[in-house]
């Protein structure tokens, strides 16, 4: 009897005790965030190793995960939870220490947490043998997902640029009406400093505005789309009416539009390749 390839259908690896995954989340969230206190992370920065409270601070990570551990799979054996919890403690401290001599930035906190995580689903993977079933789950990862990976990292950077390059033929009117510094060496603008730090201000919000347009377009949101450039406008007017300057409110006004039209070109061109098109035939 053959079977009909139709009727055949792919089934995703699903994973077991994903109660557990949370509970061991959770235990992790709690000890990073509420039961360290802002005195301890100082400690760590200056001491490294030395410090204390960072020992502490590893320990609070081990229990509560032995907690998660027991009470949310019980049918897990005692020294399973024990080698966990201790794979727990020393990844913490070992990352923890590593972090105390990196630049307290943002790159370090994310690096971070990324690093915590890691460790926290393969203790999972480990304490639940579901090794298996991840390699499934990589192995599911097709198209769809590669496409909606690359619609994000598109409306990041590489939009940012384009929208620059577009804008570049007005914006020497626009620095041009500016005030000079003071300083020889200074853009027309505002100071270097200050000039930079706006830069760098202005490309994230750049980046968090076409992240969400972009996530509202996949979710054929696009009214939130509106309520988001009016939500922004509102902002913008009292800069725009107090510098008077129709040049500036021009040049910005471009920069939005450019970037909705982008990012939601760029939302659709992904929901056509998912196939959910916000159309109605």
Known sequence: MITDASNVTMITPTFMHSE???????????????FQPYSWVEQRNERHARALPLYFHALIHGVLAIIALALLSPSINMVTIGISALILVVSHFIIDVVKSHCAQ?????????????????????YATNQWREAVGL??????????????????????????KQLLSPWSGEV???????????????????????????????????????LTFVLLNQFSAIGFLIAAKSIFRFGDLTKHQDRKLTEYVLLGTFTSVAMTIAIGLACSAVLGHLPIKS
């Open 20 to 34: 557990l995954l949370i509970g061991l989340l959770l235990a992790h969230l709690l000890a990073d965030f509420y």
């Open 105 to 125: 930035n943002i790159t370090a906190f994310v690096v971070d947490q990324i690093a915590h995580i890691v460790v926290i689903l393969g203790v999972f993977l």
């Open 138 to 163: 990589l192995q599911h990862v097709g198209v769809p997902h590669l496409v909606v990976v690359l619609a994000y990292l598109a409306v990041l950077k590489p939009s940012s640029i384009i929208i």
């Open 175 to 213: 620095l041009a009406n500016k005030p000079t510094s003071s300083h020889p060496n200074d853009p027309p603008t505002i100071s270097t400093e200050a000039q930079q730090t706006l830069s760098l201000a202005g490309q994230r919000i750049g980046y968090l505005e076409r992240v969400l347009m």
